[in-house]
């Protein structure tokens, strides 16, 4: 599936995990479109890849991460992800 706000723009997909049983995480991977001109210069034309982790603890909260594979800098393409989704999630009544 395709991201939002111009990010993300090769989609994303879980790799592994699930939400529901006795130790709730999952992982997912994150790409962009690879035809920028980032990707073209610093990464061979390939997408950038982030990876996501959610946990739920003990405690019911949600715990995540969210970090670049390749880079020094993602120009702020993680927060902007996680900042999308706290907001998703406040919208169905989420408190964070």
Known sequence: QEGQ??????GYKI????????????????????TGKMSK??????????DLNVKVNENGEVEWSSSSRVGDSDFGV??????FI???LREKGWKF
């Open 78 to 83: 993680n927060a902007k992800r996680v900042a």
């Open 5 to 10: 706000n111009g990010i993300d723009g090769g």
């Open 41 to 50: 210069y610093f990464n061979g034309g390939k997408p950038f890849v982030d």
């Open 15 to 34: 790799v592994s995990g699930s939400l529901t049983g006795s130790e709730p995480s999952i992982a997912v991977e994150y790409s962009s479109s690879g």
């Open 86 to 88: 706290e907001n998703g």
